[in-house]
């Protein structure tokens, strides 16, 4: 496995793979790496000649400076376990050389960015276009790997490929769950073992909801999750929506569309740590 830390140090690392015509795939993370990482890095081996893993906490994304500085980084630790997946390629560089100006590109696709995530967290998906943008153009993958967890970052990423006419495909991965459901997620190491009990009760929210929807309208699903969960100690809802998987526009009723998924970010704990989290109504 060849880590490289600079842009011309994987460009070198790329290079006879790429005149040989292999195959290139690329699974983007921000490192404090767990087995949902694993899956997609897992599924990008299988898939393609060559698999790069990046790691890097991209800053342009945080629009918050603390969740910045609390992220965890353990870049060792990852590299162990990259090895161990059979990942080729690591790209680990400093912020410095992925930003040596910076970025004043702007990205824009409403309405996918301008729901959910795109409102409360102002900057963040155009500091994820800035990023992944240029890791395709370094690493020029044939197919890049996101995970569901973050569904809508997905659609984003899905229009600004099709905005810039990259021939990258998109794969989405399912999310990977602890056994107790909880969604794997880098920030579940910022939560005290009480704090991680009580985060259960948002998947078990969302897994009750799939019956409640047989006798509720959306709108009484979504109001009776966003009440569950408010009156878990502990746990407080930023928004539950439940929206078209494509458009990501809130539906009104379970017939509007063959594809509605229900979107939560819920605060949890003292600190707080904040957790997102979804379920495919159908
Ligand atoms: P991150 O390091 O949080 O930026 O995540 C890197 C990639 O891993 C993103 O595409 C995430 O959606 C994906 N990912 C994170 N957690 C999970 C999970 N529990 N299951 C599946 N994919 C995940």
Request: proline share 6%; net charge negative.
């Amino acid at each position: 496995m060849i880590v490289a830390h600079t842009v011309s140090a994987l460009c070198d690392a790329l290079h006879t793979h790429r005149s040989a015509g292999k195959s290139i795939g690329l699974v983007p993370t921000m490192g404090a790496l767990h087995e949902g990482h694993a899956s997609l890095v897992r599924r990008c081996v299988e898939e393609n000649d060559v698999c790069v893993v990046s790691v890097f906490v991209n800053p342009t994304q945080f629009n918050d400076k603390n969740d910045l500085a609390s992220y965890p980084r353990d870049l060792q630790a990852d590299l162990r376990l990259l090895e161990s997946l059979g990942a080729h390629v690591v790209f680990a560089p400093s912020v410095e050389e992925v930003y040596p100006e910076p970025d004043t590109r702007t990205f824009s696709y409403p309405p996918v960015d301008t729901v959910m995530e795109g409102l409360r967290r102002p900057g963040h998906f155009n500091g994820v276009c800035q990023v992944v943008s240029k890791l395709f153009m370094f690493v020029e993958p044939q197919r890049a790997y996101f995970g569901e967890k973050d569904y809508q970052q997905i659609a984003v990423v899905r229009a600004m490929t099709t905005d810039l006419s990259l021939p990258v495909e998109i794969i989405p991965c399912p999310i990977v769950r602890e056994a107790d459901g909880l969604a794997l997620s880098s920030r579940n190491a910022l939560l005290t073992p009480e704090e991680r009990t009580t985060a259960t009760a948002i998947i078990r929210t969302l897994r009750d909801s799939l019956e409640w929807k047989k006798a509720m309208s959306v709108e009484a699903v979504q109001r009776h999750v966003i009440e569950t969960i408010d009156a878990t100690e502990g746990l407080r809802t930023e928004y539950y929506e439940i929206v078209d998987g494509d458009t990501l526009q809130p539906v009104s009723d379970w017939n509007e569309s063959n594809s509605i998924v229900g979107c939560i970010t819920v605060y949890c704990g003292s600190r707080p740590v904040r957790l997102i989290d979804n379920i495919r109504y159908k």
